[in-house]
C-alpha cells in the first residue's frame, strides 16, 4: 500500500481523523494504538512493505508512548531491507537499536546491518540525497566501513564481528588503506585466534604487503613486515592449507626485491662497471636464493668466470 494510498484510506474510510495543517489528528475516539499495531501486522503478514513503513511511522509519531511504537522503527528498517532501500534500512534499524528499551529483535536487527554493509562492500550504491526516488548513484563503501564497525560493537564475540573485521579490512584495502587494513587484520587475529577468519586473515595480510610492495617504493621494512607475518602465520595454524599461498605470496615479494637488484646488477654491466655489476649478482643470490633472479644472477656470474 503506497502512502498516497493510505493517505486516501484515512480521509474515505476513518471519519474520526481530521487533517489540520497537513497533520493527522486522532480525537479521542479514533483508532488506538492497538488498531494500528493490527494494520501493520497484517500488513507485515502480506510482505505490503510500504504499508508498514506507513503504519509504523503513524505509530511512532502519534503513539510514540506505546510499547507498539518501539518496535516500529525494527519494522520500518526490515521493511527497507526488503525494498532494497538499505540506507534508509540503516538508519531504521540504528534508531531501534539505540533508542528502543525492548531490543526483541536485536539479532535479526544486527545481522541485517551486517548484510547492508556486505551489499555496500561488493558495490551496492546509495540513492542520491539520501531519498529512495532518486536513482542510486553515490559509492557506499566508507559507509560500509562505518556499518561493519557498529556490527562489530554490537556483537563483539560473534562469527558476524569476524566476518565485519575481514569485510572492513577489505573495504579499507580498496580504498588503499593498508596501514589501517592490516591494523583491523591483526586485530581480528587477537580476538579469534582459533578461528578460520583468523588464518585468512594472516592470509590477506600477506596479500596487502604484497600490493604495498608493488604499489609504493621498495621498502625492505615491509618485506620483514611480510616475513614476520608469514612465521605467525605458520606457528599459529601450522597444518593450515592456505600457508602455500602465503608462501607464494612472500616470494613474489621477494623477487621484487630481487628483481631490482638484479637490474642495478644489469645496469652496472651495461655501462663497463663489471666489479660493481658482480657485487650486485652476489647480493641477488645471498639475499634472495629461490628467486628467479639468483637465477639469472648466476648465469651472469658463470658467464663471466667461464670468460676470464
Known amino acids: 500500500m503506497k502512502k498516497t494510498l493510505l493517505a486516501l484510506f484515512f480521509s474515505l474510510t476513518l471519519p474520526l481523523m481530521a487533517l489540520e495543517e497537513h497533520e493527522l489528528v486522532f480525537d479521542n475516539e479514533g ?5 494500528f499495531n493490527s494494520y501493520l501486522q497484517e500488513a507485515y503478514t502480506d510482505k505490503d512493505w510500504w504499508a508498514v513503513i506507513d503504519y509504523a511511522d503513524i505509530l511512532s509519531y502519534h503513539f510514540a508512548a506505546s510499547p507498539f511504537a518501539q518496535e516500529a522503527s525494527y519494522l520500518t528498517g526490515h521493511a527497507y531491507f526488503q525494498l532494497g532501500h538499505f540506507e534508509l534500512a540503516n538508519t531504521a534499524l540504528n534508531a531501534y537499536l539505540n533508542n528502543s528499551t525492548n531490543h526483541s529483535h536485536f539479532e535479526e536487527a544486527v545481522r541485517m546491518k551486517f548484510q547492508i554493509a556486505e551489499a555496500f562492500q561488493h558495490g551496492v550504491k546509495k540513492p542520491l540525497f539520501g531519498s529512495h526516488k532518486m536513482p542510486k548513484w553515490l559509492p557506499a563503501k566508507e559507509d560500509a566501513v562505518q ?21 572492513k579490512a577489505l573495504v579499507q584495502c580498496e580504498l588503499e588503506d593498508y596501514k589501517p587494513a592490516v591494523e583491523t587484520l591483526q586485530a581480528l587475529i587477537r580476538r579469534f585466534p582459533k578461528q578460520e577468519a583468523a588464518a585468512l586473515a594472516f592470509l590477506d595480510i600477506g596479500r596487502i604487503y604484497l600490493e604495498q610492495c608493488k604499489n609504493t617504493s621498495l621498502d625492505l621494512d615491509l618485506l620483514g613486515l611480510a ?13 593450515e592449507e592456505r600457508i602455500l599461498e602465503a608462501e607464494k605470496l612472500f616470494a613474489e615479494a621477494q623477487e621484487l626485491f630481487a628483481q631490482n637488484l638484479l637490474e642495478t646488477g644489469r645496469f652496472f654491466e651495461r655501462t663497463k662497471k663489471r666489479g660493481a655489476a658482480d657485487i650486485y649478482y652476489h647480493k641477488v643470490i645471498s639475499k634472495y636464493p629461490a628467486t628467479e633472479a639468483a637465477t639469472v644472477a648466476r648465469e651472469k656470474l658463470h658467464v663471466e668466470t667461464v670468460a676470464q
Open 31 to 35: 483508532p488506538s494504538a492497538t488498531d
Open 147 to 167: 556499518i561493519y564497525d557498529e556490527v562489530i560493537a554490537a556483537a563483539p564475540h560473534t562469527e558476524m564481528a569476524s566476518a565485519s573485521l575481514l569485510g
Open 227 to 239: 616475513e614476520l607475518n608469514l612465521r605467525k602465520f605458520k606457528l599459529a595454524f601450522p597444518r
